[in-house]
C-alpha cells in the first residue's frame, strides 16, 4: 500500500500532501487509485512551476526581456502590459504560460471525469439530503448575466451554473473534489482555509462583533461560508449564487459536516430586492469580485451598501491590487488570468480603485477598512500559506482585505 505523504518540511517537503488526506464528506465523489494520481500529479505540477519554474522566468525576464525591450525602444518598460507582451517573445514565460495552462485544463477534466461517472449516484444523493429542505431556494428561470453565461470561469465546462440533467449537481462536485490542484494544498482538508482566514481577521479586529444575520456573495458551494457558520452558531447565513447546481451541491455537503444554520439561495447579487433594506449585519465575498463586469460590480456595491445594517461590515477578500510599487513584471504575472485563465475581468478589477468604488456606492471614507489574510491549514499536514515564501502570482493562500464598518 502506498504510504500516505504529508507536508513535512522538517524532512525537507515543501510541497502539497498527498489528496488522500484532504477531508471527505458524504457528498464528495469517490474517487478511484488512478484519479487520486491524477490530482496528486497536478497538484506537485502547479507546486513546481509556482517554486521552481517562476524564479526562471523573472530571471528571464530581467537579464533578456528587459535589456532587449530597452535596446528596441530606447526606454524602460513603462506599463504591466508592454511587460506582458514583451514576455510572450522568450521562451521562460511561454513554458510557464503553456504549462500553467495544461494544469488548469487538466484540472476541470480530471474533476469532470471523476464526477460524471458518478453523475447519477451524486445527484440522487444531493436529492435525498436537500428535497423538501427550505434552506434550499432555487429559482427555474432565473436569468443568467451574459458576463457569467458567456465564459467558462477557470475553464471549468459551463462554468457554476451548467445544469446537464433535472437535480444536477455535477459542477459543484467538480469544484469541490479537484481545487486541490489549484492551491496546491493551501486551503487546506476541506478547501475552507479562506473562511477561516476571514474569521480570525474578524474576530481580532471586531472582538465584539456579534452578527445575526450573515450574506455571502458568489458562495458557491460554501467553502469559505462554513468556517464563518461554524464561528457564529447564533447567526442565520446566506449564501447567494447564481449556480444551482453548487448551491444543491453546497446544502447537501453542508448538512454532511454537520453545519445546520446556512442558506443556499439562487439569485443575481445586481438586484437583491428580496432582502430588505438592512438587513444583514456581515455581507462578505471571496475571490467573487475579479468574476464581475465592471457595471456588475457597481450594482453589487450600491445593493451591499443598501442591504447591510447599522453597526454591520462589509468585507471583500481578493488577491492584492495593482500599485504604484508593484513591479511590472509581478503586476503582468498577476494579469495571465486575464488573457489565459478565461477570468476577462479580471485585469480592469484588479487596477480600480476599489475604495472609490465603495465611496460612489454609498459607504464613506472613513468607514473603510483594509487587511492582509492568509489562509488557516492543519499545518501538520498542509503548506503554510503565512511561512510560504513561494509566489505564483494569483494561486497563493494570500489577500488583501477591503470592507467598511458602518456605524
Known sequence: ???????NPAAGYDGPPDYRVIGRHDLFPQTSHDEIERVNYLAQMN???????????????????????????????????????????????????????????????????TVIRQREELNEKARELTEGDPRLVLKPGLPV????AAIDHHCMP????????????????????????????????????????????????LPDFKPKKILELGGTVGHSTLPIARAFPDAEV?????????????LGRAKSLGVGNVRFVQGDAENMAEFADGSFDWIQTTMFLHE???SAMRRIFAETRRLVSPGG????????????????FEQAMRDWDAFYNNEPFWSRMH?????????DAGFQRDWLVHGDVFGVVDRDIFPDAQEDETEDYGRKAAWHVIGAIVP
Not at 448575466?145 to 457569467?148: D, M, T
Not at 486541490?180 to 474569521?199: E, H, I, K, P
Request: hydrophobic share 40%; aromatic share 10%; charged share 25%.
Open 47 to 113: 507546486r513546481h512551476l509556482a517554486a521552481r519554474v517562476v524564479p526562471g522566468v523573472r530571471a528571464a525576464y530581467d537579464s533578456r526581456v528587459e535589456p532587449k525591450f530597452e535596446a528596441a525602444n530606447g526606454r524602460k518598460i513603462g506599463s504591466r502590459n508592454e511587460a506582458r507582451k514583451a514576455m510572450l517573445e522568450d521562451p521562460a514565460f511561454q513554458t510557464w504560460s503553456a504549462l500553467r495552462r495544461m494544469t488548469m485544463e487538466q484540472r476541470q477534466q480530471a474533476g469532470r471525469w
Open 292 to 294: 464581475l463586469s465592471f
Open 313 to 328: 461590515v462589509v468585507i471583500h477578500v481578493e488577491q492584492p491590487q495593482y500599485t504604484a510599487d508593484m513591479p511590472y
Open 145 to 148: 448575466p451574459r458576463y457569467v
Open 158 to 205: 459551463g462554468g457554476y451554473t451548467k445544469e446537464y440533467c433535472p437535480g444536477d449537481v455535477t459542477n459543484g462536485a467538480n469544484y469541490d473534489h479537484a481545487g486541490f490542484v489549484t492551491t496546491s494544498g493551501l486551503l487546506g482538508a476541506y478547501s475552507d482555509g479562506g473562511g477561516m482566514a476571514v474569521v480570525n481577521w474578524v474576530k481580532r479586529n
Open 351 to 359: 487596477e480600480m480603485d476599489l475604495d472609490q468604488a465603495m465611496i
Open 238 to 250: 446566506t449564501v447567494l449564487d447564481l449556480g444551482a447546481p453548487v448551491l444543491r451541491y453546497g
Open 1 to 7: 500500500m502506498t504510504a500516505v505523504r504529508k507536508n
